[in-house]
């Protein structure tokens, strides 16, 4: 069995408006995998997101435990996950967030100048294919090339999981396509643990392992037994 890299056990997540009470997450199980790639399928407002950013430790449950490997998540301080953060994981959201006035190579070295073992910038920037583009800024790159940047910042910093949420939400399908077919090859050359969002079902195709989720809670899990390459996805 490949080692286990996330663990929940009865997360939940509730909002409390003070008139009524929102269960974004109600007592979530959830297992993932050292190297590879979920997705995490479901509709807006079923918990997906609220679970990725848990995991990611940019937000706290409110009952349940966490586990990355042996480090229990649930209760470090916001300095312990801000820590956490930094030396485990890379997060790809549906928005770039780049620097405008940052060319590629300087918005990956904003990452790669505070972590401990760093790729070099161009180095990250070629592995999505975007090392001729090193010195352009935002506004001259489309947006999946944008957002490949993105990834590139991710990854520079050697991270043990990559938290993507919806990362092609903002793309039509050919360049959803190119940003797919980056972190598919990024999860296959260095076996990182790779979680994708998506309310677009085609896109499970390409995961080892599907998790579904309604209402705040998982309504299954699927094992793809043939992958399909994203070229070969039909959206």
């Known amino acids: 069995m490949p080692e286990m890299v996330f663990r929940t056990k009865h997360v939940s997540k509730i909002y409390d408006t003070g008139e009524v009470k929102v269960f974004a997450l109600d007592g979530v199980d959830l297992e993932l995998f050292a190297g590879e790639l979920a997705v995490l399928l479901g509709p807006s407002g079923s918990g997906k997101s609220t679970l990725l950013n848990i995991l990611g430790g940019l937000d706290h449950a409110t009952s349940g435990r966490v586990w990355f490997r042996d480090l229990e998540l649930t209760d470090l301080s916001d300095r312990g996950l801000t820590r956490y953060r930094r030396d485990h994981v890379g997060f790809v ?55 490949r940047v993105a990834i590139a910042r991710a990854i520079a910093k050697r991270p043990e999981v990559l938290l993507c949420d919806e990362p092609t939400g903002a793309l039509d399908s050919k360049t959803g396509v ?33 998790v579904m989720f309604q209402d705040g809670k998982i309504s299954d899990v699927l094992i793809n037994e043939t992958r399909l390459m994203p070229s070969e996805i039909v959206w």
Do not use: C, W
């Not at 990250?124 to 010195?135: C, E, N, S, T």
């Open 93 to 147: 959201f549906q928005f770039y967030n780049l620097v405008p006035s940052l060319t590629a190579r300087e918005n990956v070295q904003l990452v790669t100048d505070v972590a401990a073992t760093p790729m070099a910038p161009a180095e990250a920037l070629d592995l999505v294919g975007l090392g001729h583009r090193l010195d352009h800024f935002p506004a001259e790159m489309s947006g999946g090339e944008q957002q």
């Open 178 to 210: 190119q940003v797919l077919e980056a972190l598919r090859h990024i999860n296959e050359a260095f076996g990182t643990t790779t979680a994708v969002i998506t309310h677009n079902a085609a896109i499970r195709k390409m995961a080892h392992r599907v």
